[in-house]
């Protein structure tokens, strides 16, 4: 009986019937014929079309099997990466999955009699991760998209950017740490109990006020034998001396005059540095024309620690810095650069804090306290002596 026309009723009628997964063992591959019951597929095996398929894959065998097996693999990995993903998932759930597809290449047309032989295949080749359990075989996809591996490229980069600037942050706060040591180093203070070494001695307390060692001052002055012989606005030539303590109350009046006129000079001294370096500090110091150094490692060793001078900046954060070594122009954040300090004597430029954008002249270097000494050689206050400059504050000016 020939087959029925398509569209005709017997037509829809068959694809009706033959909708949804049919038994396994009631399918050829080779003719990719699905029989409904036994004696269906037992007829189709004596037709003389399934004879002919028979012969020509008697021929060739091993390439008919592995054309299956290519097929069967590809379509399988396709549907675990799309659906899947790269999450760990049970072989099974991904079998029954790719089965739905009445279309599909089926196992035992394939080299592998069981899905656990496909699952140590695909994890020898290093396309999937798999695993044993108790309750199966368990796979996880590796994706090998170029995509896929660029993007992963991309954050391990930025991930190593990040932790570069960890590792410069670590370094400061390590250098203020070992800066606070040295500057707070005193002896401890021992405590011993107190002993009296005379019990009977008597403790004599004095209440009125103290002079200190600076205030006594040493004045000429004659024996008890000389004043009778010494004439009136003269004074004896003796060697003896007496000292010759200042009346209290001239001592405070001083004292407090002295006091009063510095805190006043000093307190006009400090409001306008504060009003000048919180007008001038900014979170940003990158300036045309001036020398940096590359401190991020992920340009390579090629870039690291070189020089370069700013050539523009971009967006108050970043610039274009040509290296001076090799020439080339890079684009770069000012995370990943910092100053240069030159040798003393040299033009600077102050680019950040109370003098900020000026010129100055380095005048001598503090390296344990991280900062030096500039004279401001530019602006209305040109000539000025600026002490405890940070590091930062300050850069070399690049000369052609």
């Known amino acids: 009986m020939g087959k029925a026309e398509v569209g005709t009723p017997k037509w829809i009628g068959?694809?009706?019937?033959?909708?949804?997964?049919?038994?396994?063992?009631?399918?050829?591959?080779?003719?990719?014929?699905?029989?409904?019951?036994?004696?269906?597929?037992?007829c189709h095996t004596s037709s003389e079309s399934h004879q002919r398929q028979l012969l020509l894959f008697a021929d060739n065998s091993r390439k008919y099997l592995d054309e299956f097996s290519?097929?069967?693999?590809?379509?399988?990995?396709?549907?675990?990466?799309?659906?899947?993903?790269t999450k760990r998932v049970h072989a099974n759930v991904v079998y029954q999955e790719y089965i739905r597809d009445r279309n599909h290449t089926h196992m035992n047309a394939t080299r592998w009699t069981s899905l656990?032989?496909?699952?140590?295949?695909?994890?020898?080749?290093?396309?999937?991760?798999?695993?044993?359990?108790?309750?199966?075989?368990?796979?996880?996809?590796?994706?090998?998209?170029?995509?896929?591996?660029?993007?992963?490229?991309?954050?391990?980069?930025?991930?190593?950017?990040?932790?570069?600037?960890?590792?410069?942050?670590?370094d400061f706060i390590e250098k203020q740490v070992l800066k606070g040591k040295q500057e707070g180093e005193e002896e401890e203070t021992v405590f011993t109990e107190f002993k009296r070494e005379n019990p009977e001695e008597k403790i004599q307390i004095q209440l009125g006020p103290r002079i200190k060692k600076e205030e006594v001052?040493?004045?000429?002055?004659?024996?008890?034998?000389?004043?009778?012989?010494?004439?009136?606005?003269?004074?004896?030539?003796?060697?003896?001396?007496?000292?010759?303590?200042?009346?209290?109350?001239?001592?405070?009046?001083?004292?407090?005059?002295?006091?009063?006129?510095?805190?006043?000079?000093?307190?006009?001294?400090?409001?306008?540095?504060?009003?000048?370096?919180?007008?001038?500090?900014?979170?940003?110091?990158?300036?045309?024309?001036?020398?940096?150094?590359?401190?991020?490692?992920?340009?390579?060793?090629?870039?690291?620690?070189?020089?370069?001078?700013?050539?523009?900046?971009?967006?108050?954060?970043?610039?274009?810095?040509?290296?001076?070594?090799?020439?080339?122009?890079?684009?770069?954040?000012?995370?990943?650069?910092?100053?240069?300090?030159?040798?003393?004597?040299?033009?600077v430029m102050i680019v950040n804090g109370a003098y900020r954008g000026y010129r100055a002249i380095l005048k001598s270097l503090d390296a344990k306290n991280f900062c030096v000494s500039i004279t401001v050689d530019s602006g209305p206050v040109k000539g000025r002596v600026v002490e405890g400059v940070q590091y930062e504050d300050i850069c070399k000016i690049h000369t052609e």
């Open 14 to 42: 068959n694809k009706m019937k033959s909708k949804g997964l049919q038994k396994l063992r009631w399918y050829c591959q080779m003719c990719q014929k699905q029989c409904r019951d036994e004696n269906g597929f037992k």
């Open 70 to 85: 290519h097929e069967f693999e590809k379509d399988f990995l396709n549907l675990l990466r799309r659906q899947f993903g």
């Open 116 to 170: 656990t032989g496909l699952c140590k295949h695909l994890s020898r080749h290093g396309k999937v991760v798999a695993d044993e359990t108790e309750k199966g075989w368990f796979i996880t996809y590796i994706d090998r998209d170029p995509e896929t591996i660029a993007r992963a490229e991309a954050v391990a980069k930025k991930q190593k950017m990040d932790k570069d600037d960890q590792e410069r942050v670590s």
């Open 217 to 347: 001052q040493l004045v000429p002055s004659t024996s008890f034998s000389d004043k009778k012989d010494a004439k009136p606005g003269k004074s004896s030539d003796t060697d003896d001396s007496v000292f010759k303590v200042p009346h209290n109350k001239d001592i405070k009046k001083e004292k407090s005059t002295e006091k009063r006129k510095l805190s006043a000079l000093d307190e006009i001294m400090m409001e306008q540095e504060a009003s000048k370096e919180k007008f001038g500090r900014k979170d940003y110091w990158l300036t045309e024309n001036i020398v940096v150094k590359v401190i991020t490692k992920s340009l390579g060793d090629k870039y690291y620690k070189k020089k370069g001078y700013v050539k523009q900046v971009i967006d108050k954060y970043g610039a274009m810095v040509t290296m001076i070594d090799t020439g080339h122009t890079l684009k770069l954040d000012q995370s990943h650069l910092e100053t240069v300090i030159p040798a003393e004597g040299r033009t």
